[in-house]
């Protein structure tokens, strides 16, 4: 036999042996009785029984159900548990909150915004038919991106020039432009 086949039937070798290795710790690990399902009182392998064949086969038993321990516990015994949370920093519970009588809501009436949109332009794309508008929402700080003919708080984008875009809202219009580039030379 040359050289090259011995290396492949070893390897080959090596390979049904570790396949039958992990084949017997899974089936140990799945066993109900634990890893060492095999140990008995005299200290060797217990004996495999094999059922007769009778009729048809039937399904395989179940293993019983490992429960977990801490089920058994009723809940009112752990008040321990409820008076010190573990996931508080003070490590006390929260405080109940009471109920108050209901208050007849008060009717909020929104005083019409006649200020001018809270948008600063950034940037404009102009082509075509449709305009592109980049904002800074000055009150939330978000980046506002609007095509012509939508809208943010109201304020729908009419139309984009190269500059300056116009918004328009309950029939007011606001033009909102570029801030002029600086003329300072570093």
């Known amino acids: 036999m040359s050289v090259i086949k011995k290396r492949i039937g070893a390897r080959i070798f090596a390979a049904v042996v570790s396949i039958a290795a992990a084949a ?20 060797g392998p217990e004996p495999l029984t094999l059922a007769p064949n009778v009729g048809s086969p039937s399904p395989p038993a179940e293993p019983p159900l490992r ?3 801490l089920w058994e ?22 405080a109940r909150s009471v109920a108050s009588p209901q208050t007849a809501a008060a009717k909020v009436i929104a005083a019409p915004d006649l200020g001018d949109p809270p948008l ?6 102009t082509g075509g038919e449709d ?13 506002v991106r609007l095509r ?3 809208g943010h708080d109201g304020w729908i984008l ?7 875009v116009v918004l328009e809202k309950n029939r007011r219009t606001a033009v909102v432009a ?8 570093k």
């Open 148 to 150: 012509t003919g939508e």
């Open 67 to 69: 429960r977990n321990p």
């Open 24 to 43: 017997s710790v899974a089936v140990a690990a799945n066993d109900p009785r634990g890893l060492d399902a095999g140990d008995n009182n005299d200290g």
């Open 73 to 94: 516990i009723p809940l009112k015994s752990l008040s321990a548990t409820l008076e010190r949370p573990l996931f508080t920093p003070s490590r006390r519970p929260p």
């Open 120 to 125: 600063n332009l950034l940037g404009v794309v």
């Open 131 to 143: 305009g592109y508008a980049v904002f800074l929402n000055t009150t939330t700080h978000d980046i």
């Open 158 to 164: 009419q139309s984009v020039k190269r500059r300056q």
């Open 178 to 185: 570029l801030p002029q580039p600086s003329t300072d030379k």
